[in-house]
C-alpha cells in the first residue's frame, strides 16, 4: 500500500474538513486489487444475495457480499493499514477515551460490505441525522476495485453539504462526480449527500465499503457477537478493539458498569463475552 506523508495526510483530512470527502490515488497496488477482486467473486453468490431479508427494492440490481469481517482477515488488515488509520484515527477518535492509547483506534467497524451498484441511487446520507459542525461519528472509507466510468456509473456528491445541518434535497442538479480509478481510496463523512449514477453497462462496479464510527455508535451489524472464531483468535488486539470488542455495553451491573475498556478486558474467545 502507498504510505502517506504528513502533508498528504493534512491534505486528506482538510479535505474531508471542507468537502466533506477525500480520495488517495494509487492507494492500492494491482496485485493487491486483483487479489480482492478475486475474493470478492469467489464470495459472491447470486443465490445468496437474493435472500437477504429486508433488501430494498432499489437494491435488487446491486451485487452485495455482506459482512466481510467474517469472510476473511484480509478485509480486516485493510483497515488496519497506516494510511487508513491516519486519516480516520483525527477524525473519529474519542480524545477522552483513557482505557486506549490515543494513538490506537479507539473507533469500531460498524457494516462493511463489497458492493457493485446497478441501479441509480438518489441523494442520502448515511449518518441518519444531518448535523453541522467540525464533529463526525460515522465516515465511510472505500476501497475502489473496479475503474468508475460515465458506462458504469459513480459516485456523485454535494460539496460541503456535510456541513448543512439538512437532510437531501433530492432536486438538486450539479451533483458532482467522483471518478475513482481501481486502487484508489475515498472516504466521505457520512453526512455528506452522496448517491450513485445508474450502472447503464451493467458492468462490474465493485467497491469495499467500510463504515467506521466512534465507539458510542451502535454498529449496524453486531459484529463482536457474530465474528467467528477462527477470524477472531487470527486479530491483533488492536483489530479487536477495531471490531467493538473493547466498547460492547455491559449486560448488568455487576463486575462493570462501564461500556468504556481497554485492551486488558480482552477475552480469549468470543463466547466469553457473552455468557
Ligand atoms: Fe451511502
Redesign the pocket.
Known amino acids: 500500500m502507498r504510505e502517506l506523508s504528513k502533508e498528504d495526510l493534512e491534505q486528506h483530512r482538510l479535505n474531508l474538513d471542507i468537502y466533506g470527502y477525500t480520495r488517495v490515488p494509487n492507494y492500492m497496488p494491482q496485485d493487491v486489487v486483483a487479489s480482492a477482486l478475486k475474493r470478492v467473486n469467489d464470495l459472491y453468490d447470486d443465490n445468496t444475495d437474493a435472500l437477504v431479508e429486508g433488501r430494498p427494492e432499489r437494491d435488487q440490481l446491486d451485487r452485495v457480499v455482506y459482512n466481510l469481517q467474517n469472510k476473511d482477515k484480509f478485509f480486516i488488515d485493510l483497515l488496519s493499514e497506516t494510511a487508513v488509520k491516519g486519516i480516520v484515527l483525527p477524525k473519529l477518535n474519542d480524545p477522552y477515551y483513557r482505557f486506549l492509547p490515543a494513538d490506537v483506534p479507539n473507533y469500531i467497524l460498524s457494516y462493511y460490505n463489497a458492493r457493485s451498484s446497478g441501479l441509480e441511487l438518489d441523494l442520502?446520507i448515511?449518518s441518519y441525522i444531518p448535523s453541522p459542525g467540525d464533529h463526525t461519528w460515522v465516515m465511510?472509507a472505500v476501497f475502489v476495485l473496479n475503474d468508475m466510468t460515465e458506462e458504469n456509473g459513480c459516485t456523485v456528491v454535494v460539496p460541503g453539504s456535510h456541513l448543512s445541518g439538512r437532510y437531501t434535497e433530492r432536486k438538486l442538479q450539479d451533483l458532482k462526480p467522483v471518478h475513482a480509478k481501481a486502487g484508489d481510496l475515498v472516504f466521505w463523512d457520512s453526512r455528506l449527500w452522496?448517491g450513485t449514477q445508474a450502472n447503464k453497462a451493467m458492468k462490474p462496479r465493485w467497491a469495499l465499503i467500510a463504515t467506521l464510527t466512534q465507539w458510542w455508535v451502535k454498529q449496524t451489524m453486531d459484529i463482536p457477537r457474530g465474528l467467528t472464531e477462527e477470524i477472531y483468535q487470527s486479530l491483533s488486539d488492536e483489530q479487536k478493539a477495531l471490531m467493538g470488542f473493547c466498547s460492547i455495553p455491559p449486560s448488568d451491573e455487576v463486575g462493570r458498569n462501564n461500556t468504556k475498556c481497554g485492551y486488558d478486558f480482552l477475552k480469549p474467545s468470543v463466547k466469553d463475552y457473552f455468557q
Open positions: 442520502h448515511d465511510q452522496h
